[in-house]
């Protein structure tokens, strides 16, 4: 039976006395074993991840390109309605607005993944779950190696735009490999460890990420830069992943702010008939957007704290929920 040994008199083991209450362990002390557990765990969590690489591309015909061809399909929409002129959004030339686009997407991805990733992980490895005994902490691992090559494989594609394009700045890539991409992981990462129980449980959570997610990412500065002023304080400071994508963005691409679109407002416009200023050339005078703000490196610097806060404390959460949910998957 297992417990903490009572009676430290040399008898024989007839005689000795167990307590069968478990010993109580401080919340220090499972952050600190949660940590020695994703260093311990480290060969064993290469050796899945190996085996994972390999089974997703054995039967593919595209194989790596995978990793990177969802995003570039989604970015290319984007600048195709931008090139046609059916969603103006900025006027970077194609190749650039495509530079700026990829950049902003493999950022997204990067946290989408690492929201996602402890939720497909664990239910990938479900039967391994709740058949063998081994640290938990070797999913949050594997979880950490996958989206990390994934993001890697994404950076030199994106690289590749940006050299093309001619806005590539080599620090501020360096910068987003090195800072902006993990600190991205640990806060998707973050928020999907503590939602890696109940999506093990119930399939409503991974569908609903589903489904929130593209309306999320509308509501992220993906496809087009943080707005100014309060609206863009407001979508920094409340959307999670903003400023952080902002800022790594920005630093990577060489004109940091691009010339984005904007629509006629009433100065445009005569104040009593209506008809559109002109300049001297005869074209149609539309006033310049208003310089974008600084970057907002409050939300940043919180936002990335956060998600510090969040990959600790969850990796207390997976140590004390997979009992309950390694007893509820078994039943």
Known sequence: MAGTRTDQSPASDWDVVYDSEPPKVGFITRIAGGFGNLWHSRQLAWRLFQRNFLANYRQSVLGWLWIF?????AAGVWVFLNASGTVRISSLSPVGYAAFVFCGMLLWQAFIDGLTGPINTLQSNR??????????????????????FDFLVRVLVATLFLVIAGLINWGGIVLLIAVWGPLLLI?????????????????????????VSPLWMLLTPVIYDLPGGTPGQVVAWLNPPAAVIHVARSGAIQEAEPTFAKSST?????KDDGT???????EPHRSEPPPLDSAPWPAVVSWCALG???FLLGLVWLD???PIVIERLAN
Do not use: H
Request: charged letters at 15%; proline letters at 6%.
């Open 266 to 270: 009433a100065s445009d416009y005569g």
């Open 276 to 282: 559109i200023n002109t300049n001297r050339s005869g």
């Open 320 to 322: 004390l929920s997979s």
């Open 308 to 310: 510090v806060v969040l």
């Open 127 to 148: 039967s391994a779950l709740t058949k063998l005994q081994f640290p938990r902490e070797v999913f949050v691992t594997l979880c950490l190696l996958e989206t990390g």
């Open 69 to 73: 061809l969802p995003p570039l399909s």
């Open 187 to 211: 806060l998707g990462v973050g928020f999907g460890l503590w939602l890696a129980p109940f999506g093990l449980l119930y399939k409503d959570v991974s569908r609903s990420i589903a489904m």
